[in-house]
């Protein structure tokens, strides 16, 4: 009995369905989601992957690209944007009807919490909430360090 991979190989469906995983897996979609669309169980999906290269450099090539647009989402609202609106109005009038667009441009403020967390996974701990924590464990880890160096020095001393 052959396996989906070679009956989709034979009949040229196979292009096709490394495309669909690429295209879910970009949308944020997980494996079980993506099994269901290629009409087969999650085990399956996950044995696929393991079995063909492809499918799973297709898989990868779609959560890396779901990670950029989420980073760029997180860079936009950390730096600030404008936003465009428009509102269309139609009147009826003695002429006619007449088109009326407004546009409305909003001016959104740059969001400190994403620059803090692009700031901490790009600068470490340099930037993080918790870099007095991470420092003083830093210091107590050195000086229980210390403390076991000695206790050896004085074991074997006696």
């Excluded at 088109?99 to 701990?125: M, N, S, W």
Aim: charged letters at 40%.
């Amino acid at each position: 009995m052959k396996n989906i991979y070679h009956e989709w190989k034979d009949k040229n469906e196979l292009k096709g369905k490394i495309d669909l995983i690429k295209k879910l897996s970009s949308t944020g979609a997980n494996e079980e989601m993506v099994s269901i669309a290629l009409g087969i169980s999650k085990r399956s999906f996950q044995s696929l992957k393991n079995k063909h290269s492809d499918m799973k450099d297709a898989h990868e090539e779609g959560k890396e690209r779901f990670k950029g647009l989420l980073m760029d989402a997180i860079v936009k609202r950390a730096i600030g944007f404008k936003s465009t609106d428009e509102d269309q109005y139609i009147e009826e009038t003695a002429r006619g009807t007449k088109k009326r667009i407004i546009k409305h441009i909003k001016d959104v403020p740059p969001d400190v919490g994403a620059a803090k967390y692009l700031l901490t996974i790009h600068f470490g701990r340099e930037y993080s909430d918790k870099k007095l924590e991470l420092e003083l464990a830093e210091k107590r880890m050195e000086k229980l360090n210390e403390e076991w160096i000695n206790g050896d020095y004085l074991q074997e001393d006696k």
